[in-house]
Every structure is written in C-alpha cells, then in structure tokens.
C-alpha cells in the first residue's frame, strides 16, 4: 500500500516537473458563456436587429458600393477570404480583414489594437478613405432621409435623433450577438466526456501542452488581448503594389510616424505606442471557427492552417524572440490541425439577411 502511493507520488512529482515550463506560462482555456454587452450600451432586440441593417446597408460607404459585410461577409466566416481585404474603388487595402466573430470578448480592436470599443470600431472604417470612404457627417443625413430608420432609432434611442454615435452603438450590439457556441472546446472545459475524436484529443493535449499555444491563446476568445512580434513574413504584395504603400504610408502619417514616406513595412502595434518592443507586434487574435477564417495572420500571407502550424513549429519568423521551436512531428501536426478545425467550430450561426429599408 504505501509501496504503490510512494510511487504514485514520484510518478505525480515527475510528470510535475517536466510539464512546468508549459504550466508556468500557460494561461487557462474558458468556455463561452455570457455576452458582454457594455451597460452603457445595452443589445435590446430592436437595437440589434437594426445594427444588422446598418451592418448590410451599403449607404455606409462614399459610392454606395459597399458595407461592413462586403468586407465581413457571412458566407466568408464574417472575413472576406482574401488574403488582403478589399477596398474602395482605386486605392488598396493593406491588411487582412479579421473575422468579427466573437469580438464582443476582443478588448483591442484592429491587428494593432487601435480602438478600444466596437461603438468607436465602426466610424472607422466608414472614414478609412481605403475602405468605405464616406463622410459622417453625410452618413447621418442620409440615415435619416429614411422614415424607416427614423422609426427604429425612435423606437430604440427614445427620439428620432440619427447620430455617429447610434449608428456606431447599434452596429456594436449586432456585433455582439455573433458567437460561436457549443464548440467542442466548450462542452470538454464544461465537464463532458467523449467529445473530442481521438485525433482532436491528442491535437488538444499538444495545444495546451508542447505546442505552447495557451501561452497566448487562452481566456473565452482564445487570446490574451495582447500583442506579439512574431516576425511573420510580408506579404509579397506590400513590395511591389505602389497603392499599398500609398496607403502604408497614409496610415502611418496620420499615426504621427515622422518617416512615412520611407516606410516599407507594417509596423504594428508600434504605430500606436511609439515604444520599440512594439515593433511589428499584432494583436493575437481569437482562434474560435479557424477553419473558416482564413487566409490567417494580420496581411494574410498564409493560406491554410498548415502553413500556420509549420511556422509556429519553426519557432516563428526570423529574428523573432516571442516563440521557440516545437519539434512536432508529422502526426503531432496533423493532430493540431484536426483539433483546431474540429474541436474551435461553433454550431451554425442562425443567420437572416435584413431587408434593408
Ligand atoms: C473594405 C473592407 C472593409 C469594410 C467595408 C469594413 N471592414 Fe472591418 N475590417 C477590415 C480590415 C482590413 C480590418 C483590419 C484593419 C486593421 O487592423 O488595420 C477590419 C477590422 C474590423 C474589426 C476589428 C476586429 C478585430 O478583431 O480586431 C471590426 C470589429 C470591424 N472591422 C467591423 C467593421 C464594421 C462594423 C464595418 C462597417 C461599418 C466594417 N468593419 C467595414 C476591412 C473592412
Ligand atoms: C507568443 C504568443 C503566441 C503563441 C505562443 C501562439 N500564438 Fe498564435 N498568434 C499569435 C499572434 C500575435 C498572432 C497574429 C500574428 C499576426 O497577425 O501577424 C497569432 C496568429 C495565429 C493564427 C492565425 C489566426 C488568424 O485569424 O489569422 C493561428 C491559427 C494561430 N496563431 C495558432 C496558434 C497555434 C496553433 C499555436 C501553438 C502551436 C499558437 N498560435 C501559439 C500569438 C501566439
């Protein structure tokens, strides 16, 4: 008896100590459970079925060409499947257009971490003059030359009152309600037993324990809210497209970057902080419904989740400092992309397009 619990003991002491760097640094997986909307900003059911109007109704953008699901489209994972977003008529986009799926639990929004509310997020884009280049002040006449949204926003704000400020509140209240559940993450961190397949499982034993990827990728949203400098690779595109670095170098004006006009790469979360370790650090960004979000990383340079998984297994871009190599074998790699295609997918959103008014 006491043979067999000495030994139990050595056996717990050693498993303990080889798994400590991992545990140390890991942080802890949540499953999905409320939505957190804003007390100032409550999602009312009238608010945000009309959040889901504005977010389809193309009079957002200058020309009346696009909307937010142009760029975050439902068939496409609410990404556009591109590798660089789309733009407004003559110009380029220079980043990857993220999914909004789960954004209610994003604490920095953009790659760079730029907004910090989806109230705010919204004016942005329908400013970007590489986006939806569209004046506010225009946007609220227009809104309002509708009796149709005049009613709702009564209905919603109390008066028929159509500002930037509602529009943004509205669409963020939609935004909010767009979550994957019942992952089969979800049931396994909620005590259920059988749910992953056996290839999923050993997938999910290397993503919290040799393949690091809780160190960053925990909480509810799969990530820590922070940022990193992985050195992913450019895309291509950024050297040899004149309209990128056009809009590369607007970006970085209008950030305060004194040398924008010699600027050849995107320099991250850096152009916000002005602070060095910020250089070309990203925002880390949710891994729920990943098989459906690709192309991956902030300029989408990598297609498919393989080519994810071999670069974080060679410890990541050159120079880097944040990651280190996994050695993973063939098997271990396939395992880690079955559980990410399998065990982070949510149950189909139910999901009606709006009659726009
Ligand atoms: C022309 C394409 C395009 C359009 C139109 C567009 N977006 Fe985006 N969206 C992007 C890109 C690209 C990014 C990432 C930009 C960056 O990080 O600098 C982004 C980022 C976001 C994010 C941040 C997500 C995160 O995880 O950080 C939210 C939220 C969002 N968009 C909502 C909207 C809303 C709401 C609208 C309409 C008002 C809209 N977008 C219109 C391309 C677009
Ligand atoms: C040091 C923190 C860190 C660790 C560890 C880490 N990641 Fe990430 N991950 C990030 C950041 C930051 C990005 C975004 C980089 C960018 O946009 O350039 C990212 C991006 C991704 C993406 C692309 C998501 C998208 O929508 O574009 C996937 C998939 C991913 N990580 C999976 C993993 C897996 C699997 C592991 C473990 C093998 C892992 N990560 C380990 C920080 C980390």
């Not at 925990?218 to 040899?240: C, I, M, R, W």
Request: glycine share 8%.
């Amino acid at each position: 008896m006491t043979r067999i619990k000495m030994a139990g003991r050595i056996f717990l002491n050693v498993a303990f100590i080889l798994s400590l760097p991992v545990m140390v640094m890991a942080g802890k997986l949540d499953p999905m459970g409320e939505i957190p909307h804003p007390a100032d900003n409550p999602g009312t059911p009238a608010k945000i079925e009309l959040g889901k109007k504005l977010f389809f109704d193309r009079r957002l953008s200058g020309d009346g060409t696009m909307s937010c699901a142009t760029c975050h489209d439902p068939q496409q994972g609410f990404g556009d499947g591109l590798d660089i977003s789309q733009n407004y008529p003559t110009t380029r986009n220079w980043r990857n257009a993220p999914t909004i799926l789960n954004v209610a639990f994003v604490n920095h929004l953009f790659h760079d971490g730029r907004s910090a509310t989806l109230e705010e997020q919204a004016l942005v884009p329908m400013m970007s003059a590489f986006e939806m280049n569209q004046n506010l002040d225009y946007v609220e006449e227009e809104v309002r030359s509708v009796p149709e949204y005049v009613d709702e926003f009564t209905v919603v704000f109390g008066d028929g009152d159509i500002t930037r400020q509602r529009i943004g509140m509205a669409i963020a209240a939609f935004e909010r309600t767009l979550v994957s559940r019942d992952t089969q993450l979800d049931r396994v961190l909620q005590g259920e037993k059988n749910v992953l397949s056996p290839e999923a499982e050993k997938g999910y034993a290397l993503f919290t324990g040799k393949g690091r990827c809780t160190q960053c990728h925990y909480g509810v949203g799969l990530s820590d809210n922070s940022f990193h400098a992985l050195q992913v690779k450019e895309n291509p595109e950024h050297l040899t497209d004149p309209r990128i670095a056009a809009t590369r170098r607007f970006v970085a004006k209008i950030n305060g970057y004194a040398e924008y006009r010699t600027l050849a790469e995107d320099p991250g979360r850096y152009l916000m902080t002005k602070s060095s370790e910020d250089w070309k650090a990203f925002k880390t960004p949710t891994l729920r419904d990943i098989a459906i979000t690709g192309p991956y990383m902030h300029n989408g340079v990598y297609a498919n989740l393989d080519e994810v998984i071999e670069f974080f297994n060679a410890g990541g871009g050159e120079g880097n400092s944040a990651l280190q190599p996994l050695h993973l074998t063939g098997e271990e790699k396939q395992q880690l992309r079955t559980f990410l295609e399998q065990g982070l997918a949510g149950a189909p959103i139910e999901f009606s397009y709006p009659k726009i008014p």
